[in-house]
T-cell receptor, first 116, second 109 residues
Framework: DAGVIQSPRHEVTEMGQEVTLRCKPISGHDYLFWYRQTMMRGLELLIYFNNNVPIDDSGMPEDRFSAKMPNASFSTLKIQPSEPRDSAVYFC??????????????FGPGTRLTVL | GQSLEQPSEVTAVEGAIVQINCTYQTSGFYGLSWYQQHDGGAPTFLSYNGLDGLEETGRFSSFLSRSDSYGYLLLQELQMKDSASYFCAYNTGFQKLVFGTGTRLLVSP
């Protein structure tokens, strides 16, 4: 398996522009997570899905952020409009729940976002 | 509230043993995980403790004491490639993880 795939790997945009980050989870995984990592705030969970349904979006910072998972193999995180404070590395991760066991999360390579 | 505390940085030499501690405070706890992240890379899973005690995986071991809200990661026979950041994270249930701020490990020759 190719692992979790994220695109783009790097994104530089100007304040006010719309940014869309994409993620393809590992095939067969039924959980998908979006994280943001910064030096100041560490690794924060933004939102996660189970079987394409958003379960917990309490980490989404504000209405400028939205996430969708239209099918089991694709998810997007959108920021509109973007602001300089959104600059961070955004990770997507996926996992597969097996009854009675803990399931590690597999992280993608991340998207490094810079908002000027 | 929910929080985890780890030392910000630990230094050691090749071949040594190092312990990274993690204390947590949460109302819902299902287990403690450890992840490794090299500079510029993604976090990768190292270990999980769902029950009290020691879990061993090669050179790495992890320990959990629920009564003390405490865990640690033990790295033995340190190698240069172990230089990385190490995160503890607790599972709140429903697959949700809350990560600590990370410990940067520097291994010198």
């Amino acid at each position: 398996d190719a692992g979790v795939i994220q695109s783009p790997r790097h994104e530089v945009t100007e304040m006010g522009q719309e940014v869309t980050l994409r993620c393809k989870p590992i095939s067969g995984h039924d959980y998908l997570f979006w994280y943001r990592q910064t030096m100041m705030r560490g690794l924060e969970l933004l939102i996660y899905f189970n079987n394409n349904v958003p379960i917990d979006d309490s980490g989404m910072p504000e209405d400028r952020f939205s996430a969708k998972m239209p099918n089991a193999s694709f998810s997007t995180l959108k920021i509109q409009p973007s602001e300089p404070r959104d600059s961070a590395v955004y990770f997507c991760a996926s996992s597969n729940l097996a009854p009675g066991s803990y399931n590690e999360q597999f992280f993608g390579p991340g998207t490094r976002l810079t908002v000027l | 509230g929910q929080s985890l505390e780890q030392p910000s940085e630990v230094t050691a030499v090749e071949g040594a043993i190092v312990q990274i501690n993690c204390t947590y405070q949460t109302s819902g706890f299902y287990g403690l995980s450890w992840y490794q992240q090299h500079d510029g890379g993604a976090p990768t899973f190292l270990s999980y403790n769902g029950l009290d005690g020691l879990e061993e995986t090669g050179r790495f071991s992890s320990f959990l004491s629920r009564s003390d809200s405490y865990g640690y990661l033990l790295l033995q026979e340190l190698q240069m490639k172990d230089s990385a950041s190490y995160f503890c994270a607790y599972n709140t249930g429903f697959q949700k993880l809350v990560f600590g701020t990370g410990t940067r490990l520097l291994v010198s020759p």
